[in-house]
């Protein structure tokens, strides 16, 4: 590669030389060409002027333009030099051109060559250093092993010697190991029996005690309600005041809250609160008159102001039907009416107050509610934002919501669920009572076995001292051992695979040596 690069580069030069040379002919080929263009000039002038003082002067006209023939012929000839020597010029450049480009391409690849062999010559160094200290591994490996097996050879001599002594040992004293065995499974089964039914005992203690707690945290909150709902503190004055004459006879017709008769499921808690807003604390009344004798009577006590809705004045009244159907668009779930229930007699009650009133998943679906509804209408969310028809929206934090029907449904549920934590306390309270039972069982029979092992050990003790002393001497130089064993046949394995890398450093070098010499060529 670096003949061929040297001849290269002098072919170069010789190109560079002629190139030279051509255009220093071409240099002077213009300058020639340009004087006789300006000569030309000159005579052109000249015979201008002639030809003005033409008479007279006819042998000298002929002389002058046989003159200017011949110049315009050596013009001519000068410009076909002049064109010949640049074509000659760019081949001349091309060739140049395209042998520096193969200049570069073999100093290139020679370059590339020269660092590969100095790779190769760092690999061949490094696979070198590697196989000395695999060697040196190798022997040190070697020598491990040679101890090794003496020491597995010698340990092995004495396992043997305490495996007969232990032998000896048990054939004195096999009918006490098993009678001792037999007691100790029976302990061991009887602890494991005792842990297991202490623990499910336990659990058995711990769910009763739960029970207990929600059992009570139940029956607090049920009379908590209770006592709010008899006191109806959660009332405006004027609302309670009506409940407390209803409830003593001086007022008839009285059914309750509209929160107290309303069933609304818990996802839906929110956005029917936010609808009715304080008409859920309007007071549901048989009728008409029912309803002028309660306001007289707030009146009369100055108790405050309170809202009736008399259904036989409301049972005419009609709900406004949509002129297109909402309920199949997504989000909607429907008219808040249909969605919650009530007894059949408040059905005009719940018609008026709620037959307007969409309900929606979120504000988006709301407001392209809104675009379908008649005026009166309103959609509400049931996170409890609320949009009317007019375009006015309602909404932010729910701080100060009074969860008015939550409380209500407590009131109808925790009762049963009262009940049904007193049943399953009664039944995990049985289950306790025969898991105590079965421990204690177990422990009586675990105290007995413990006390004929304990005869039965006392008889013969020293025998069973001796035998456990060659039986831990016997196992510590087993477990030695089969370290031992393992330990060599790691040895032995490294060994093996510091072989084979020699194997693979030798190939390896080889490898880099034939593709050095490739190389160098």
């Given at each position: 590669a670096t003949t061929q690069l040297i001849a290269a580069r002098e072919r170069l030069?010789?190109?560079?030389?002629?190139?030279?040379?051509?255009?220093?002919?071409l240099r002077r080929q213009t300058h020639e060409r340009d004087l006789a263009a300006a000569r030309f000039e000159a005579l052109s002038k000249r015979r201008t002027d002639m030809e003005d003082a033409r008479e007279g002067l006819d042998e000298r006209v002929a002389s002058v333009s046989a003159?200017?023939?011949?110049l315009q012929s050596d013009l001519r000839d000068l410009e076909r030099a002049t064109t010949e020597s640049r074509d000659a010029a760019a081949r001349h450049h091309r060739d140049v051109a395209a042998q520096r480009e193969a200049r570069a391409t073999?100093?290139?690849r020679h370059a590339a060559a020269s660092?590969?062999?100095?790779?190769?010559?760092?690999?061949?160094?490094e696979r070198e250093r590697e196989r000395a200290v695999l060697v040196e591994r190798g022997t040190s490996l070697t020598s491990e092993l040679e101890r090794m097996s003496g020491a597995i050879a010698e340990r092995e001599s004495r396992i043997v010697a305490l495996v007969a002594d232990a032998a000896r040992a048990d054939a004195a004293s096999s009918a006490d190991d098993e009678r001792s065995a037999a007691l100790d499974a029976r302990v061991a089964e009887r602890s494991i029996d005792l842990e297991t039914s202490t623990l499910h005992a336990t659990s058995i203690r711990a769910e009763v005690d739960q029970m207990h707690r929600a059992l009570g945290e139940a029956s607090t909150r049920l009379e908590v309600l209770q006592r709010m709902h008899e006191s109806s503190a959660d009332?405006?004055?004027?609302v309670r005041e009506a409940l407390a004459a209803g409830?003593?006879?001086q007022l008839k017709g009285i059914c309750g809250t509209v929160a107290q008769l309303l069933l609304v499921p818990g996802s839906l808690e929110v956005a029917i609160e936010v609808a009715l807003g304080t008409r859920l604390q309007d007071l549901v009344v048989s009728t008409w008159s029912n309803a002028e004798a309660a306001i007289a009577h707030l009146k009369q006590s100055g108790a405050g102001r309170a809202t009736f809705q008399p259904l036989d004045a409301l049972s005419r009244s009609r709900v406004e039907m949509?002129?297109?159907?909402?309920e199949d668009v997504p989000g909607v779930l429907g008219v808040a009416a249909d969605l919650v229930s009530a007894p059949a007699e408040i059905a005009p009650v719940v018609t008026a107050l709620l037959g307007r009133t969409l309900v929606a998943d979120n504000l988006v679906t709301a407001r392209a509610a809104l675009q379908h509804l008649p005026p009166g209408w309103s959609v509400v969310t049931v996170t409890g934002e609320i949009a009317h028809a007019g375009g006015a929206v309602t909404g932010g934090s729910a701080a100060n919501e009074s969860a008015m029907l939550g409380w209500e449904r407590e009131l109808r549920e925790l009762p049963d669920e009262i009940t049904m934590f007193e049943r399953d306390l009664a039944a995990a309270r049985d289950r306790a009572e025969k898991a105590e039972a079965a421990v204690r069982a177990i422990q009586e029979d675990r105290r007995h076995a413990e006390d004929e092992r304990a005869v039965l050990r006392a008889a013969a003790q020293e025998r069973r001292q001796q035998r456990e002393r060659l039986t831990a001497w016997l196992t510590e130089l087993r477990r030695e051992q089969e370290q031992s064993q393992r330990r060599w046949e790691e040895l032995d394995a490294e060994?093996?695979?510091?072989?084979?890398?020699?194997?693979e450093l030798d190939r390896e070098s080889k490898r880099l040596e034939a593709t050095r010499q490739q190389a160098a060529r």
């Open positions: 030069t010789q190109h560079d030389e002629r190139r030279a040379a051509l255009e220093d002919r003159e200017l023939a011949k073999t100093e290139t660092r590969e062999l100095v790779e190769m010559s760092r690999l061949e160094a009332l405006d004055p004027g409830r003593d006879g949509l002129e297109t159907s909402l060994c093996e695979r510091v072989a084979a890398s020699l194997d």
